[in-house]
């Protein structure tokens, strides 16, 4: 009778697959691939380099946007270098690119500077400029039209009196306050009270001379300044047989009517009127001397 333990215990035919040859499906590990060293290196910092660099002087080229220019163009120089860096310790493969963001980045701020100056340069021009018509703007009515308070040393002359104003002489013939101005062509109605102020022109001169008298200006017992009103006064004058701008041949006389738009509590007391361009003007009263007085 056999023994069944007599049987000995062989590993290698109880599991003929745990040693030696390993199972299908798994493979031989492969080295890797030739791109997977350079795919690792690639520098990200670079390539943001050389695109911002690029960018960053097209900016530059406009002034006004200098400060995206000098932004972008610090960005660059930045991430250049910091790139250059790493491509200098081999931990990255586009040093060159990186190099080249790095220079158009100080291309860029080098325009962002140049944009700044030239933006400068204009803003502090516009604004000279800017003072000088201000300036222009307030003086060119004293110029065109001296107002009663600029010559105080020159005192006005009487209501009535002849005023000689090259190469004219002036007289006040009337002065009066209406609410309204019409004409056959029109009629104007006053924001507050019209001043109609009738004046005797006549040319003392030897060639003949035009006297609109749209420079004229009113002074008031309040010491407020009132220029004429334009449309009223044209109407006016339509009416005369000489037009407004017409020449007046020496020796002759027009009455011109100057019509002011005043509030109606203002008292007119002074006007100013000019003769020929470059005249320091006349000033006379409008109001009699007991008027004055009281």
């Known amino acids: 009778m056999s023994n069944p333990y007599e049987q000995q215990y062989d590993p290698n035919t109880a599991h003929p697959q745990a040693y030696g040859t390993p199972p299908p499906g798994y493979g031989p590990m492969m080295p890797p691939g030739p791109n997977y060293h350079q795919q690792r290196m690639r520098n990200g910092l670079g390539v943001a380099a050389l695109v911002i660099g690029i960018i960053g002087p097209l900016f530059g080229l ?69 003072d000088q018509m201000i300036a222009t703007a307030s003086a060119a ?37 209406e609410q309204t101005v019409s004409s056959s062509i029109d009629s104007h109605k006053a924001q507050g009270s019209y001043a109609v102020v009738k004046v005797l022109v006549k040319n003392t001169g ?56 005043l509030p109606k509590k203002s008292a007119p007391v002074v006007i100013a009127m000019v003769g020929a361009e470059g005249s320091d003007g006349s000033l006379m009263y409008l109001v009699k001397d007991s008027e004055l007085a009281s």
């Open 206 to 261: 030897n060639s003949p001379a035009a006297f609109p008298g749209t420079d004229a200006g009113i002074l008031d017992s309040d010491a407020k300044q009132y220029k004429i009103d334009s449309g009223a006064t044209i109407s006016q004058n339509l009416e005369t047989d000489q037009g407004l701008y017409d020449e007046i041949n020496p020796g002759q006389k027009v009455t011109r009517v100057l019509v002011f738009d």
């Open 62 to 130: 406009i002034p006004v946007l200098f400060f995206v220019a000098g932004t972008l163009g610090l960005l660059a120089v930045i991430f250049g270098f910091v790139g250059r860096a790493r491509a200098s310790r081999g931990t990255a493969s586009n040093g060159g690119m990186a190099l080249s963001g790095a220079i158009l980045g100080l291309i860029s701020m080098g325009l962002a500077t140049w944009g700044l100056v030239i933006t400068v340069s204009a803003v502090g021009e516009a604004a000279t400029q800017l």
């Open 141 to 177: 009515p004293e110029a065109a039209d001296p107002s009663p308070s600029k010559s105080q040393a020159r005192k006005p002359i009487a209501l009535g009196a002849v005023a000689k104003e090259p190469p004219f002489t002036l007289k006040i013939l009337s002065v009066s306050r």
